[in-house]
């Protein structure tokens, strides 16, 4: 079963958003991720555990409706 997150640093607006998900799941390889400048939302094809980067960055499971 997939597993989307997103990824959220509080109080500011990601200049490179896909860098920035590589830093939270290192793991990531192609997996399809989309970003609004805000937060990063990406797909795997189960559950990943991401790196802990501290209190401003707000890592949650999402469900997406098929």
Do not use: C
Not at 31 to 58: C, I, R
């Amino acid at each position: 079963m997939s597993a989307t997150y997103r990824v959220t640093m509080l109080g500011a607006t990601l200049s490179d958003p896909y860098a920035f998900l590589q830093a939270v799941f290192p793991q990531r390889n192609g997996e399809p991720a989309e970003s609004d400048g805000g937060s990063v939302t990406v797909t795997f094809e189960s559950e990943q555990t991401p790196v802990d980067l501290g209190p401003l960055v707000k890592v949650e499971r999402v469900d997406i409706p098929s």
